[in-house]
């Protein structure tokens, strides 16, 4: 069939073609990257793990269990977090190809389809279909849309296209997929419900009227709604039943938690006591970018800016801080798809037609530049679409997928945060045991990350699991390359993956506590620890990284030199940090200017040193310099060097 005969079967005008075209494009790109994200281990148990876990549990006949959340959740059902219908529409399309790369293409998809609200609201509102075609592009180049996508797999990602085309519905009077996108909208997710009730205020306030009247002496102020009965009727009967869905939901999601939870108790159990010292920042931050990256056009419409008033009231509260970093997935799934609304509304009002096309070309351009696609702005917002870095393989992954491979598939596994999805096809895949008393075939660590020692729901950081379980002599090395480990039980022969092991500690990863930082271009890293006695301290030169090691024997060689007027001496020290105020010494040297063979050369000082089972499990480590005399003295870098078991 011609291509004007697609056109006039389906009504298809090119905007509706550039809308297609760009959100196909949207669709590939994010696909790729977030199968990237995966493949170079930058997704996490929370949440791609506890989805693809749920979803091939669900398979097996096992009502979504997912262990990451089981230590809140008794019942294991990832339904007594969030119950949720739309979990089992989604099923069938999982059972396809039952993989974490399906849940996070699906994703994509549906987070490209939200542009169509979009434009269906922009043309029905403006009437212009080159106007809606670029909203739509603001739409899927907002960065907060880009963090939902960019972040794992989550539930929020299916509201900007249901509650996009429930706003519409209303807004054109198409009653049947006002229902339709009501039910699908409520079944995704609980706060959905609020957002539902939140568009009908919307609607209810945008048909508000306030008159002031004048009798005699007297002012009195008339408040009317400018709705006809039926459509007012509708409204308050959706902000009705969007009250009575939320509670219903939530009485369900306690039910399937199991152990007596109620409603009043999975509520409380979303706020936490106290939050951190710069969390107010946070939040003006999360605001300020939502705004802020649409140029702020939509406080020229602040009645639609209703919708978003729940969420703006949930970040004021003690909340987790995650709900309020931009990088996270709520902003684009609770709030960028109705200030885009708003801001469309308040696009109308810019009268002159040369400053509103400046204004929609200058959204798009800051929006894009706000991007965590942009190179530029990793690590210069907060929230993890932004903390980890563009998804470039790199060595160490690779050692990480050939390791992983030599997991059978249906073995139990004992694993951290952004190793989880790997395996999580798996019923017995965990975090941490629960109990402490569950049969675990692998253990399978990176000692490199911080989730190595990170400690989920209070429970034992693998960083103390792996320790443990090697002390007991029930468990072999099947691998131990780069930091990655992987441990079997009852396995007893050759190291399959096998090689050097080194962690390289420099000024970024140290604290000084007495001297400067300078640059020195003779040192590996450009910038070194610098002291003489003109900048002592008691306090020594330089503490940390506090890093967790696996047990075994090992070398450290501090990288140091001297210049031709030094004098004194220079204290190193490896210690085992037990807690804020507590260590222990495990082996030190001091050396004064005779130990270096020439002035201003860089020469290492080697201390070896072996960690115990007991001692790996209990704290880090330092390798710190803990008394300087004299000077003047450089230090570049510690080489910690993995030699071998114990």
């Given at each position: 069939?011609?291509?004007?005969?697609?056109?006039?079967r389906?009504q298809?005008?090119?905007?509706v073609?550039?809308?297609l075209?760009s959100?196909?494009?949207?669709?590939?790109?994010?696909?790729?990257?977030?199968?990237?994200?995966?493949?170079?281990f930058r997704?996490?148990?929370?949440?791609?793990?506890?989805?693809?876990?749920?979803f091939?549990?669900?398979?097996?006949?096992?009502?979504?269990?997912?262990t990451?959340d089981?230590?809140?959740?008794p019942?294991g059902?990832f339904?007594?977090?969030?119950?949720?219908f739309l979990?089992?529409?989604?099923?069938?399309?999982?059972?396809?190809?039952?993989?974490?790369?399906?849940?996070?293409v699906?994703?994509?998809v549906?987070?490209?389809?939200?542009?169509?609200?979009?434009f269906?609201?922009?043309?029905?509102?403006?009437?212009?279909g080159?106007?809606a075609?670029l909203?739509?592009?603001?739409y899927?180049?907002?960065?907060?849309?880009?963090?939902?996508?960019?972040?794992d797999?989550h539930?929020?990602?299916?509201?900007p296209?249901f509650?996009?085309?429930?706003?519409?519905?209303?807004?054109?009077?198409r009653w049947?997929?006002?229902?339709?996108?009501?039910l699908?909208?409520i079944?995704?997710?609980?706060f959905?419900?609020?957002?539902?009730g939140?568009?009908a205020?919307?609607?209810?306030?945008?048909?508000?009227?306030?008159?002031r009247?004048?009798?005699?002496?007297?002012?009195?102020?008339r408040?009317?709604?400018?709705?006809?009965r039926?459509?007012?009727?509708?409204?308050f009967?959706?902000?009705v039943?969007?009250?009575?869905?939320l509670f219903?939901i939530?009485?369900l999601?306690?039910y399937?938690?199991?152990?007596?939870?109620?409603?009043?108790?999975t509520?409380?159990?979303?706020l936490?006591?106290g939050s951190?010292?710069?969390?107010?920042?946070?939040?003006a931050a999360?605001?300020?970018?939502s705004?802020?990256?649409?140029?702020?056009?939509?406080?020229?419409a602040l009645r639609e800016?209703v919708?978003?008033?729940?969420?703006?009231v949930?970040?004021?509260?003690?909340?987790?801080?995650?709900?309020y970093?931009?990088?996270y997935?709520?902003?684009?799934?609770f709030v960028?798809?109705?200030?885009?609304?708003?801001a469309i509304h308040?696009?109308?009002?810019?009268?002159n037609?040369g400053?509103a096309?400046?204004?929609?070309?200058c959204?798009i351009?800051?929006s894009?530049?706000?991007?965590?696609?942009?190179?530029?702005?990793q690590?210069?917002?907060?929230?993890?679409?932004?903390?980890?870095?563009?998804?470039i393989p790199n060595?160490?992954?690779?050692?990480?997928?050939?390791?992983?491979a030599?997991?059978?598939?249906?073995?139990?596994v004992?694993?951290?945060?952004?190793l989880?999805?790997?395996?999580?096809?798996?019923?017995?895949?965990?975090?941490?045991?629960?109990?402490?008393?569950e049969?675990i075939?692998y253990?399978?660590a990176?000692?490199?990350?911080?989730?190595?020692?990170?400690?989920?729901?209070?429970?034992t950081?693998?960083?103390?699991?792996?320790?443990?379980?090697?002390?007991?002599?029930e468990?072999?090395?099947?691998?131990?390359?780069?930091?990655?480990?992987?441990?079997?039980?009852?396995y007893?022969?050759?190291?399959?993956?096998?090689?050097p092991?080194?962690y390289?500690?420099?000024?970024?990863?140290?604290?000084?506590?007495?001297?400067?930082?300078?640059?020195?271009?003779?040192?590996?890293?450009?910038?070194?620890?610098?002291?003489n006695e003109?900048?002592?301290?008691?306090?020594?030169f330089?503490?940390?990284?506090?890093a967790?090691?696996?047990?075994?024997?090992?070398?450290?060689?501090f990288?140091?030199k001297?210049?031709?007027?030094?004098?004194?001496?220079?204290?190193?020290?490896?210690?085992?940090?037990?807690?804020?105020?507590?260590?222990?010494?495990i082996?030190?040297?001091?050396?004064d200017?005779?130990f270096?063979?020439a002035?201003?050369?860089?020469?290492p000082l080697?201390?070896p040193?072996?960690?115990s089972?007991?001692?790996?499990?209990?704290?880090?480590?330092?390798?710190?310099?803990?008394?300087?005399?004299?000077g003047?003295?450089?230090?570049?870098?510690v080489?910690v060097?993995?030699?071998?078991?114990?």
């Amino acid at each position: 069939m011609a291509w004007s005969g697609v056109r006039e079967r389906f009504q298809i005008d090119r905007y509706v073609g550039l809308l297609l075209a760009s959100m196909s494009a949207y669709a590939v790109v994010l696909s790729l990257v977030a199968v990237m994200r995966f493949n170079t281990f930058r997704t996490h148990a929370f949440d791609l793990g506890i989805f693809n876990q749920a979803f091939s549990t669900a398979l097996q006949g096992r009502l979504f269990r997912e262990t990451p959340d089981i230590a809140l959740i008794p019942s294991g059902s990832f339904l007594g977090v969030h119950f949720n219908f739309l979990m089992w529409l989604l099923l069938p399309i999982y059972a396809l190809a039952p993989r974490p790369e399906t849940l996070l293409v699906l994703q994509s998809v549906f987070v490209a389809l939200g542009a169509v609200p979009v434009f269906l609201v922009s043309r029905h509102l403006r009437g212009d279909g080159r106007a809606a075609s670029l909203w739509s592009v603001v739409y899927l180049v907002n960065p907060a849309i880009l963090s939902l996508n960019f972040y794992d797999f989550h539930l929020e990602a299916f509201l900007p296209l249901f509650l996009g085309m429930f706003y519409y519905s209303y807004l054109t009077r198409r009653w049947r997929w006002y229902a339709v996108f009501f039910l699908l909208s409520i079944f995704t997710i609980d706060f959905a419900s609020v957002l539902v009730g939140s568009i009908a205020l919307a609607h209810l306030v945008r048909q508000l009227s306030v008159r002031r009247t004048a009798n005699g002496s007297r002012l009195s102020l008339r408040i009317r709604l400018d709705l006809d009965r039926p459509r007012a009727l509708l409204l308050f009967a959706t902000l009705v039943l969007s009250v009575a869905s939320l509670f219903s939901i939530l009485s369900l999601s306690a039910y399937f938690g199991g152990s007596g939870r109620s409603v009043g108790s999975t509520l409380s159990s979303f706020l936490q006591s106290g939050s951190p010292p710069d969390s107010w920042a946070f939040r003006a931050a999360f605001w300020f970018l939502s705004f802020g990256s649409l140029l702020f056009v939509p406080f020229l419409a602040l009645r639609e800016c209703v919708v978003s008033l729940p969420w703006f009231v949930f970040t004021l509260l003690p909340v987790p801080v995650t709900w309020y970093l931009f990088g996270y997935q709520y902003a684009g799934g609770f709030v960028a798809v109705f200030l885009i609304f708003a801001a469309i509304h308040g696009f109308g009002r810019i009268r002159n037609p040369g400053n509103a096309r400046a204004v929609l070309a200058c959204a798009i351009v800051v929006s894009a530049f706000l991007t965590p696609l942009n190179p530029l702005m990793q690590g210069a917002l907060p929230g993890i679409a932004y903390e980890q870095g563009l998804p470039i393989p790199n060595a160490h992954d690779a050692i990480l997928h050939e390791v992983i491979a030599l997991i059978p598939p249906h073995a139990s596994v004992l694993t951290q945060n952004n190793l989880f999805p790997q395996v999580s096809g798996r019923s017995d895949v965990y975090l941490y045991r629960p109990s402490g008393n569950e049969t675990i075939d692998y253990v399978l660590a990176d000692t490199r990350t911080t989730d190595y020692f990170l400690r989920v729901w209070s429970q034992t950081p693998l960083s103390t699991e792996l320790p443990q379980l090697m002390s007991t002599g029930e468990y072999g090395i099947l691998a131990s390359s780069d930091g990655v480990i992987l441990l079997g039980r009852g396995y007893s022969g050759l190291v399959m993956v096998e090689g050097p092991t080194q962690y390289r500690y420099d000024y970024r990863d140290l604290i000084h506590t007495s001297g400067i930082v300078i640059p020195d271009s003779t040192s590996q890293s450009g910038t070194v620890f610098f002291y003489n006695e003109l900048n002592a301290s008691p306090n020594g030169f330089w503490v940390g990284p506090y890093a967790h090691l696996a047990p075994g024997r090992y070398d450290a060689s501090f990288y140091l030199k001297a210049s031709r007027t030094s004098r004194g001496n220079i204290t190193l020290e490896i210690a085992q940090s037990l807690n804020a105020t507590a260590s222990r010494d495990i082996v030190s040297r001091t050396v004064d200017p005779s130990f270096f063979s020439a002035p201003d050369l860089w020469q290492p000082l080697a201390l070896p040193f072996v960690l115990s089972y007991s001692d790996a499990g209990t704290g880090s480590m330092e390798f710190r310099s803990s008394g300087v005399r004299g000077g003047p003295f450089y230090f570049d870098y510690v080489l910690v060097t993995y030699l071998g078991p114990i």
